[in-house]
């Protein structure tokens, strides 16, 4: 039975600098993540409340007008160019908005992705040096049983880091995809009326 309890004890500690480089790999993704955030962010503004003007007062020709002068180009951008191509034919009409659906759910996958993957290693992260940390204090070394908790804190505080931009990043992410396909249903329901006329 030591045998066995040996193996598991050095198979976890050996699992300790895997788990710090995914969680480091994984916070410098949520960096990058919070800077493409912020450059949609910065880029959406200005298109989006066109877009929505444009929509609440019914006048779909500037709808595309608003595409073709904006600047940054983003998922909903380049549907509505697609839906503009493809204005006459409601069965390409209808694969743009489910492309559109299956290109936001990938874009959201990637910030569920941190709130599942950042507190997972985060608890990793602190429950793997608690046994060297444990062992350091039954034998009185104290120095060895700092060390390995400051470890297990930091790994805890990196990991609730992570989940935290995901989660922050996921919500507004959602309420962006929802007013984007508000926009885009509007778009092609309001072709496919005049395609019937």
């Known amino acids: 039975m030591d045998q066995i309890t040996n193996i598991l004890y050095w198979l976890s500690t050996g699992l300790l600098i895997p788990v710090t480089i995914f969680l480091i790999l994984f916070f410098l993704r949520s960096l990058a993540l919070i800077g493409g955030f912020y450059g949609r962010y910065l880029a959406r503004n200005k298109v989006n409340v066109a877009l929505n003007r444009s929509c609440d ?29 493809h204005r006459h034919n409601n069965i390409m ?13 990938k ?38 049983m700092a060390s390995n908790m400051q470890v297990a804190f930091s790994t805890t505080v990196v990991g609730i880091i992570i989940g935290a931009v995901g989660f922050i990043t996921l919500q507004v992410k959602q309420r962006w995809t929802a007013d984007d396909m508000n926009i885009l ?3 092609v329901e309001s072709l496919k009326k005049e395609n019937h006329e």
């Not at 046994?131 to 060895?144: I, K, N, Q, R, Y």
């Open 93 to 105: 009409l209808d694969k743009i908005l489910g492309d559109y659906e299956i290109a936001s759910a």
């Open 185 to 187: 249903e509007f778009v």
């Open 107 to 144: 874009e959201l996958d990637k910030s569920k992705l941190l709130i599942k993957i950042g507190p997972m290693l985060g608890l990793m992260g602190t429950l793997i040096p608690m046994g060297p940390a444990l062992v350091g204090l039954a034998t009185g070394d104290v120095a060895s």
């Open 57 to 85: 007062e019914g006048r779909l020709e500037d709808v595309f007008k608003t595409v073709e002068q904006a600047q940054a180009r983003a998922l909903v951008t380049d549907c509505l160019c697609r839906i503009n191509a």
